[in-house]
C-alpha cells in the first residue's frame, strides 16, 4: 500500500491509522450535534478535533444525509469559504478535506481557500468533470461508492453480488485516475449509501478485501443508523457503537477513520496498536 499522500507538499504518513474530524458547516446533517453554523463553533469544533489528535479537518457544506435538501453551488462555496477563513487564520497547518460531488466547488475549495484534499461521496459519478480537476489540482482525491444521489441512494440497495459491484466499481475508477495522473487515491466503501442494513455489516465484514487495491482504505461509519437501528436509539446515542465498528475496522485494514468524535477514536487505534491488532 502507498504508505504516504502528499497534501499541498507535506507528506502524511498512513502507515498507522489516522482520524479525519467531522466539521458540517450546513444546517441539515443527520448528527445535529455536529453542525456548526458559526466562526465560534466552527472554531471550537476544529479546536477540539485537533486537540484530540485528528490528522485531517474534513469540511462538509452540502448534508449527504437520504433524503437531504440540495443546495445551490454558491451557498456551498460560501459555508466552505466561512469554514476555511476561521480555519487559515486559527489553525493555519491544519490539513483540511472538503467533502463535495461538484467538480467547480472542489476548485474553488482548493485554489482559493488552501483545501488540500476532496472527498468525493458520489466517487465521480455526480459530476463528469470532477477526475479531471483532481488531475489539474494536484490532490489526494478520497473516492466514496454510492448509486444513484444523496437523494435517492436508497432506493438502489438491489445488488446481484454487492461485493463484486463496489469492487468493480473501484477497479474501473482507479484505472481512469491513474491514467489522468492522480497518483494519490483513497477508497471509501461507502457505508450506509445504497447499503442496507444487512448489507453495511457485510461490507464491514469484508472490509480487507479492499487490500486488493493496496490504497489507503478510509471508513466512516460515525454514529450511522446501522449502528443504531440495529441495537436502539438514535445519532446522539451511537458513540458507543461506533467504537466498537472502528475497532473492527482497524483490524480489517482500515487506514483513515471519518468521525464526529476523534478522542474515542484515537483511543481504539492506541488499544489496537498495542495488542499488535495493527
Known amino acids: 500500500m502507498h504508505s504516504t499522500i502528499n497534501c499541498k507538499g507535506k507528506l502524511i504518513d498512513l502507515s498507522k491509522p489516522l482520524v479525519m474530524g467531522i466539521v458540517n458547516v450546513n444546517d441539515d446533517s443527520f448528527y445535529s450535534g455536529s453542525r456548526c453554523l458559526t466562526e465560534d463553533l466552527i472554531k471550537g469544533r476544529v479546536q477540539l478535533h485537533l486537540h484530540h489528535g485528528a490528522s485531517i479537518i474534513d469540511i462538509g457544506a452540502y448534508s449527504t444525509r437520504p433524503g437531504c435538501v440540495d443546495i445551490e453551488p454558491e451557498v456551498e462555496k460560501e459555508r466552505i469559504a466561512l469554514a476555511m477563513k476561521v480555519i487559515n487564520h486559527h489553525f ?130 460515525s454514529r450511522k443508523s446501522m449502528i443504531y437501528k440495529l441495537i436502539g436509539g438514535a445519532p446522539d446515542t451511537a458513540l458507543n457503537g461506533t467504537t466498537v465498528l472502528n475497532t473492527i475496522a482497524l483490524t480489517k485494514g482500515a487506514n483513515i477513520l471519518r468521525v464526529h468524535d476523534v478522542q474515542p477514536a484515537m483511543e481504539a487505534i492506541r488499544i489496537c496498536e498495542k495488542i499488535g491488532l495493527i
Open 92 to 221: 493555519p497547518d491544519a490539513i483540511v478535506s472538503v467533502d463535495t460531488f461538484r467538480a467547480d466547488v472542489a476548485r474553488y475549495a482548493v485554489e482559493e481557500c488552501g483545501v488540500a484534499i476532496v472527498n468525493d461521496i458520489s466517487g465521480g459519478t455526480l459530476d463528469d468533470r470532477m477526475y479531471d480537476t483532481v488531475a489539474e489540482l494536484h490532490v489526494p482525491y478520497i473516492m466514496m461508492h454510492i448509486k444513484g444521489t444523496p437523494q435517492t441512494m436508497q432506493q438502489f440497495c438491489h445488488y446481484d453480488n454487492m461485493m463484486d459491484e463496489i469492487i468493480k466499481f473501484f477497479a474501473e475508477r482507479v484505472e481512469r485516475l491513474k491514467l489522468l495522473g492522480v497518483n494519490d487515491i483513497i477508497i471509501d466503501p461507502g457505508f450506509g449509501f445504497a447499503k442496507d442494513l444487512d448489507q453495511n455489516y457485510e461490507l464491514m465484514n469484508r472490509l480487507d478485501e479492499f487490500k486488493v487495491f493496496e490504497l489507503p482504505i478510509l471508513v466512516g461509519i
